[in-house]
């Protein structure tokens, strides 16, 4: 079953020059080939060809020696107080002989195997960010090519490493392009319930020979976690361009190219406004033809801390995810977590603070969500209540229309005009373009009083627990 509606937390760590990160990349707009050699040149454009990575391709990775954290042995854990234990300060840099790629990937896998039982287990992404390692003389300065008899062999490439401790949970390149050319059969697996049917609104569908086959379907996250039992998928970030002949063709069945699960657009910003880079558009519908993957930009210390907090709003708002590298408040989180707290109330793009409210709590029926042209921001509100109510257009995310009378909610399917249906913003970049278009159709109409617009989304039958409403 595959549809681009994936995943949804947002949270990244980075370890051992990895980036471990889950997210929501629901544009993907490129098909998948195992045997063209050549990378995309731009990550934000739409390709025909998932490629694979060659010595060949532009951007590509390779080891020095037990410099590259990547590509070095376990050594395994010591004995406190031995010498394996003790940081290694190397110019700005801090190395531990007992911590390395392989560790990383068995702490993974223990995770993954500890919720794998959990009602709050999700996808995660392994991004791998792979540097080469200048000399211990000058740690700072430029790399050097390595050489070739330095490069990882057959056995120690880093599919093998993520494999070995990992590969009952890993969704592979090969496992996407097998099933986007043979849909039918996916569509009538056993694991292929209603559950997880994908919304053709964010991928393409073409029958050949009365096969259906898709070039930029991605699955749902029901369908990798309960149809397929995977939660792990592997990609290449970001690469040093002295690294040219490390065998990628080795890794190309397990490991995505770079770009193609993460994008890091040219985002320019200045005094916590985004002045570059954003994805929102006005009138601009066909987006998800440009925002084709997963985007992020890094927060480090070059940005001001007074202009964190609007950045990462205005950021997610772009449709693009704010990775912090830097401390905030020249504090940890195991000091002081409110500023970190702060931060990712920031990057929440639906629901207003203290919201959803709870209907027992209230009293009342605040069981409906609804947008506020104020805010840009969701509230639960009571569903007799009357508004205009939100209408998604055919199949493009976003493209939105508002009802053409007020209702209440659920009678607001009614008042949708053709062609259109009563819905709900599935991500920050949605809801950026259903905000605006709430807020046109307020000024058109002669400036509508009434702030709240009514979104297919609520928790009638179940306290607590939000969902569209059923037709």
């Known amino acids: 079953m595959l549809a681009s509606g994936q995943l949804t937390n947002r949270e990244a760590f980075e370890e051992a020059r990895a980036t471990l990160a889950s997210g929501d990349p629901r ?176 991928f393409t569908v073409t029958v050949v020979n009365d096969q259906q086959t898709t070039a930029d379907g991605w699955p749902s996250e029901g369908y990798i976690e309960l149809g397929k039992a995977k939660r792990l998928l592997a990609g290449y ?92 408040n020249n504090t940890d989180a195991a000091a002081d977590y409110t500023p970190y707290q702060a931060y990712a109330y920031a990057a929440n793009w639906a629901w207003s603070d203290g919201e959803p409210r709870n209907t027992s709590a209230t009293g009342s029926m605040v069981s409906c969500a609804a947008l506020n042209a104020t805010s840009g921001r969701w509230q639960a509100s009571d569903c007799a209540q009357t508004h205009y109510g939100a209408c998604r257009v055919g199949h493009t995310p976003y493209k939105w229309q508002i009802s053409s009378q007020q209702g209440h909610y659920t009678n607001l399917d009614e008042g949708c005009p053709y062609n259109t249906t009563f819905a709900v913003p599935r991500t920050a970049l949605e809801n950026s373009y259903l905000l605006a278009a709430w807020r046109d159709f307020r000024k058109i109409t002669y400036g509508e009083s009434d702030p709240m617009l009514w979104l297919n989304f609520n928790d009638l039958s179940t306290d607590a627990c939000w969902t569209e409403l059923e037709g």
């Open 27 to 202: 544009r993907q707009d490129s098909s998948l080939s195992l045997t063209v050699p050549t990378a995309p040149a731009d990550s934000t454009a739409a390709s025909s060809v998932l490629p694979s990575i060659s010595s060949t391709a532009t951007l590509t990775v390779g080891a020095s020696g037990t410099s590259v954290v990547a590509t070095s042995s376990a050594s395994g854990t010591s004995p406190p107080g031995s010498s394996q234990n003790l940081l290694i300060e190397v110019g700005p840099y801090s190395c531990s002989p007992s911590t390395d790629f392989k560790l990383l990937t068995t702490v993974l896998s223990g995770y993954l195997e500890d919720t794998e039982t959990d009602l709050n287990a999700t996808t995660r992404y392994l991004i791998l960010n792979l540097h080469a390692a200048a000399s211990a003389s000058d740690p700072s300065g430029s790399p050097q090519k390595p050489a070739t008899s330095a490069l990882p062999q057959e056995g120690d490439l880093i599919s093998s490493i993520i494999s070995s401790n990992n590969s009952i949970y890993l969704y592979t390149p090969t496992e996407l392009l097998a099933e986007r050319a043979l849909l039918n059969s996916t569509e009538s697996s056993s694991a292929s319930s209603s559950y997880y049917q994908p919304d053709t609104a964010y």
């Open 237 to 328: 970030g970001t690469v040093d361009p002295q690294m040219m002949a490390y065998n990628f063709s080795g890794d190309a069945a397990y490991i995505f190219p770079p770009g193609y699960l993460q994008a890091t657009p040219q985002v320019t910003t200045k005094a916590g406004t985004v002045t570059g880079g954003c994805f929102f558009q006005p009138g601009v519908d066909h987006i998800s033809a440009i925002n084709s993957s997963w985007s992020t930009t890094t927060i480090d210390a070059t940005t001001q801390q007074s202009d964190i907090l609007p950045l990462v709003v205005n950021l997610t708002s772009c449709g693009i995810s704010a990775l912090l590298n830097t401390t905030l």
